[in-house]
């Protein structure tokens, strides 16, 4: 385990409560790994700390408890070796989006003259689709255009781990989809590690190789970790065909709509040092339905909540 | 099509600025007009004896019309660096002289301000430690620290330029700690995931962010110094337009003290101007 990328043990965050009163934990007991080159997405209900989590592996924010180690090094502060994408965009309105791009480069190869970190950030921003609009400031760019402008700053720096927080939450459906595309063309180049949070069950399944659960804070946990093996690479148009998708898809929709609320940390808490449970949603939905009266083999989560995938379209 | 085309053949600029234009005319023709307007009705009536001596003039001394003063704006602009001893400059030379102490003591202000007001808006250590200090010193008159500094600095000409100072820094230290303070934490944040120094981080983020408060303070305090300077000039006297406006008086020649009255409003503005473009050249949308 120690092995891993990036490793979190035991996080939590608490929150003291008013004079006399009892704090809110807002999660606890979260453990993950993520290995190299893998897309894991997060989701979970809002209050659930999954920003937090997010702000903590950007050096941004701390955990209340608990320990960060990436490549065997503590992460402690914020560091050029991950790259943050924010919802909000978070670009600097007084720079075009060139000199947005070049912001990043600059501070990431503070050796390289001008005209490199220029091309660089040309090459990134064209990338994303951007090219001609370079000189514009963020102001004069529609949602979906600085939120490019910010994916091509933060993958521009290279980073080893890239941090996502709900970067589409703000776009319409139809620009989304377009640079959920962008995201993945971009991704397949450099195949750095992503950690993304998102709400959007279907932007999940598109991108990510595993998708964390999260149960409902207070004292959220992350309860399981779906393992998502629709081949790559993946359009958009393409993966709703494929007859994993729909397995996939109502498990997590049933996760957060049922189970995120149900499940209670003490079953979580049970095994201990808790990580998530590995999923496999296709597998899982064959053996109940083939082997019902067969010996369970399940972990001891799986005898407390019964779980049956409904074929119920969402959406 | 917007209403302004479809209705009116002519631009708003070109409607406001004949629109002015009539307003101007307007009120100067009726200040003319009053002041030619003979003081006694009638015409008939019988001349007082003062009168007659007097020629028949006006019994009370009139604020000259706007004529008279257009004529001594003539005189006085084709020929402003004149210097015919201490009492009789070109109007160029006494508003060189005002100009001169205004942005010297302006400019030393957004010297030592702008930096504190950094300092203010980023610890809240020292924004709590200075701001008694800060809150007894902004109300005091520019014109009470005049009798201290001419007693400890000894000097006319440094002191005006220390009530400048003085009068200048409030707004430019309150306005430089606002911005800084109010930097959005997101624009901190990109600095921070971009491992940028402090040093880095104050003049590529935070400057430029609070670039647009900070020329608003440095807006507001020329305005006040240039207010002030006209005062400054009248306590210390020797040269400024604000001794000139005195001296003027004391000559009880009111064409040219109107006449400066203008030239300072005109002043003033274009000092507004300038920082205006100043801080178009630093604003930004969000």
Redo the contacts between chains.
């Keep these: 385990m120690s092995h891993a990328f990036v490793e979190v043990q035991q996080a939590a965050k608490r929150f003291p409560g008013a004079k006399g009163g009892e704090g809110l934990t807002v999660f606890e007991n979260v453990s993950f790994s993520l290995e190299k080159g893998e897309f894991v997405c997060i989701i979970g209900h809002s209050g659930c700390g999954k920003s937090t989590i997010m702000n903590a592996l950007a050096g941004l924010d701390q955990f209340s408890d608990g320990a960060m180690v990436m490549e065997g090094r503590e992460i402690k502060g914020p560091g050029l070796e991950r790259g943050v994408v924010f919802q909000n965009y978070s670009l600097l309105p007084w720079l075009t989006a060139l000199e947005n791009v070049r912001f990043g480069v600059r501070a990431r190869w503070k050796a390289w003259d001008e005209t490199q970190v220029t091309e660089h950030s040309l090459e990134y921003l064209e990338m994303v689709g951007l090219k001609g609009v370079e000189d514009r400031k963020p102001a004069q760019l529609s949602g979906g255009m600085r939120q490019r402008v910010s994916i091509a700053r933060a993958f521009a720096t290279r980073p080893e781990l890239l941090l996502l927080d709900e970067p589409f939450g703000a776009l319409d459906a139809l620009t989304r989809g377009v640079i959920q595309d962008e995201l993945v063309k971009i991704w397949s180049r450099d195949r750095q590690t992503v950690f993304m949070i998102t709400h959007d069950v279907d932007e999940a399944i598109l991108l990510a190789d595993r998708i964390f659960l999260m149960t409902n804070g207070p004292q959220a946990r992350i309860a399981e970790a779906v393992e998502i093996d629709l081949p790559r690479p993946r359009a958009r148009a393409e993966i709703v065909k494929h007859p994993h998708f729909y397995i996939i898809r109502n498990y997590l929709v049933d996760f957060l709509v049922n189970r995120s609320g149900e499940l209670r940390t003490v079953d979580l808490d049970r095994l201990g040092l808790h990580y998530p449970r590995p999923v496999n949603p296709v597998t899982e939905s064959a053996t109940e339905s083939d082997s019902a009266d067969a010996p369970s083999s399940a972990s001891p989560i799986q005898k407390l909540v019964k779980f049956t995938p409904k074929e119920t379209h969402h959406g | 099509m917007d209403r302004t085309t479809t209705e009116w053949k002519f631009s708003l600029n070109f409607r406001a600025g004949l629109l002015a234009a009539v307003i101007l005319a307007l009120l100067l023709g009726l200040w003319e007009g009053l002041d030619r307007a003979p003081v006694l009705g009638g015409g008939g009536a019988e001349l007082s004896e003062y009168e007659l001596l007097m020629g028949g003039a006006d019994e009370t001394a009139r604020v000259p019309p706007p004529s008279d003063i257009m004529v001594r704006a003539w005189e006085q602009l084709s020929d402003p660096f004149y210097d015919a001893g201490p009492n009789d400059k070109g109007i160029g030379i006494q508003l060189g002289y005002s100009l001169f102490r205004v942005l010297t003591g302006y400019f030393a202000a957004a010297l030592i301000a702008i930096p504190i007001g950094f300092l203010i808006g980023m610890s809240p250590l020292a924004y709590k430690a200075l701001n008694p200090f800060i809150q007894v010193l902004r109300p005091i008159s520019p014109l009470a620290w005049m009798p201290l500094a001419l007693f400890i600095i000894r000097d006319a000409q440094a002191s005006a330029i220390f009530v400048i100072f003085i009068c200048s820094i409030w707004p430019m230290l309150l306005n430089t700690a606002f911005g800084v303070a109010g930097v959005r934490q997101?624009?901190v944040?990109?600095a921070?995931?971009?491992?940028?120094s402090p040093m880095k981080t104050a003049f590529?983020?935070i400057l430029?962010?609070a670039?647009p408060t900070i020329l608003t303070g440095m807006r507001i305090s020329i305005g006040i110094a240039w207010l002030v300077i006209v005062a400054a000039e009248m306590l210390v006297g020797g040269t400024g337009i604000g001794y000139y406006v005195w001296n003027e008086w004391n000559n009880l020649d009111l064409t040219s003290v109107i006449f400066s009255i203008l030239l300072i409003g005109v002043v003033g503005m274009l000092l507004d101007l300038a920082l205006g473009a100043v801080a178009r050249l630093?604003a930004?949308?969000?």
Excluded: F, G, M, S
Excluded at chain 2, 192 to 196: A, G, P, Q, V
């Design positions: 997101d624009w944040n990109v921070r995931t971009h491992e940028l590529q983020v430029p962010a670039a630093v930004y949308q969000e």
